[in-house]
C-alpha cells in the first residue's frame, strides 16, 4: 500500500456505491481515504479468491486525490462520484492490461479506454483494476491458462461460474461496490446469481459495444453487477446511450433507470417460467426463486396462476453456432489457424474456436432465422404480461472439482440473449447456506421495469453478504 493514504475503516468499502458518494459530498470521507480502504481489503481479501489479475496502486489514489480538490472547488459531481470500481479483463482500460484469460495476451497493456472506463471516469468513479475472467469469456467457469482460478466467497471449494466470475465474486466480497461484466448468454447474471449479487444484461443495443475482446454481435453486452439493486440502476445508467461506433447501438437517449425505482410493482402482470426444456432446476433452487413472485405479489403485482413453459431447447444448436461463429470471426480465426497461436489457447478456448471454424452460411443463417422466430414468440408473451419471474440458474454454485455442465447453469439465462431481452438477477434466498438467484425479465426496453420490480423484491428480501472471517484454509 503506498504511504501518505489517511486512514479509513475497510468496512467503508463494503457500504453501498451510493452511500460511499453520499458521504464523501458530506464531508465525512475524502475520495482517498475510500479508495486507500478499497486496496487495503482487495489486499487482505482477494488472495483467498483471485478475483482481480490487475489491481493498480498509485493511479486509482491520484484520481481520487484529484476527485477530492474538483470537490472542493465546487465542481459538479458525478452519479459514482469517488466510488471504486472494477472492469472485467475482456475490456480495455488504458495503462491496464487486456488479457482475455489468454496466454496469448498477457503482455499486452491497452493504449486507449473502452467506452465503458471513459464513461466510468467521466461519472466520476475510480478504476482500481481488472477483474478475472475465463478466455475470451467461452467457458462457465472462471479459469484459464494465466493463474489461479477464482473462488466463490461462499465457499472456497466452489465456483462463483463464469464468465463474470471474478466480478461477482469481488462484488460479494465487498471489494468494491460495483463492477461492470459482461453477458453473452449469461455471462453476468449466472455468477451473480451464484455469489449472491445483483446482475443485469440489458435490452440488446441499450449498452454500445466498444473496446473489447471476444463477444458475440448479436447476443452480448456489458452490463452491472452490484451488491444493491440502486447500485446496479446507477451504474446501468451511466454505461447506456446512444454511441456511434456501435451500429447496432439505440438511437434514442436511455431511459430513466433510477429516478423509478420506488415506484413499486402494483398492479404490474408477472408470470413463473417453470421451464426451458434444457435443464430442469433442483426443486430447492426453484421454490427459493418462486419467493420472488410470492413478495411481489404481496407487493400488489398481479400474478397469472398459469406457469409459462417454454421449449427453448430447441434454440440451443442455433444459438450456439451463432455464438461461435461471431466469436471466431472477431478473435478465433486468427488464433486457430495460427499453430504456434493455438498451441497457447486453453482446452475450451480451441473447442470453442474449432466449432467456430465448422459453422457455415447455411447453418448460420438457419440460426439467424430461428432468432428471429424465438424473439417474436417472446414478444407475443409480453403482449399479456410484464414481466417474467424464473430462477437464474437451476443448481447452486458447483464445485470446482466436478466436471462442467453447462445446461443447468445457462437453461434460463441464453434465450434473454437469443431474444435480445432484458433480464436481472436478483438474490432470494439460500439452498445449502449457497445463494440462489430470481431471474426477471422484461420486454424490450423494458429495463427500468425489471430495475423496479427487482427493488421491489430486495425490499422485502434484504441482501446478505458471505462470512468471510474464516481462516484461510478452511
Known sequence: MPSGVASAPDELVTWPAWKQREAILAGQLAAVELIGAALRRIEQVDPRLHSFVHVAREPPLERARELDAALQRGDEPGPLFGVPVSIKDLYHVAGMPTTAGSLLFRERVAEEDSLYAARLRAAGAVIVGKTNTPEFGVFPRTVNRLGAETLNPWDLERTPGGSSGGAAASVAAGLTPIAVGSDGGGSIRIPAALCGVVGMLPTRGLVPRHGGVGGTVLFSSAGPIAADVRDAATLLQVLAGPFPGDPLALKAAAPDLVGGLDRGVE?????????????????????????????????????????????????????YDM????????????????PSARELLSDYGEQAFARGSKVTGAQYSRALQMRYEARDELLRLFETTDLVLSPTTCVVAPKTSEEVSRGPLVAFTNFCNLTGLPAATVPCGLVDGLPVG???????????????????????????RPDLSAPEDQ
Request: with cysteine; glycine share 10%; proline share 6%.
Open 267 to 319: 398492479g404490474l402482470r408477472i408470470r413463473w417460467l417453470a421451464s426451458t426444456g434444457v435443464s430442469e432446476p433442483d426443486p430447492r433452487v426453484a421454490f427459493a426463486a418462486e419467493a420472488g413472485v410470492r413478495s411481489l405479489a404481496a407487493a400488489g403485482a398481479i400474478v397469472d396462476d398459469a406457469p409459462v413453459v417454454l421449449d427453448a431447447a430447441r434454440w440451443q444448436d442455433g444459438f
Open 323 to 338: 455464438m461461435s461463429a461471431d466469436r471466431y470471426g472477431s478473435v478465433g480465426q486468427a488464433l486457430y489457424e495460427d
Open 438 to 464: 430470481v431471474q426477471i425479465v422484461g420486454p424490450p426496453l423494458g429495463d427500468a421495469l425489471v430495475m423496479r420490480a427487482c427493488r421491489a423484491f430486495e425490499q422485502r428480501n434484504p441482501i446478505v
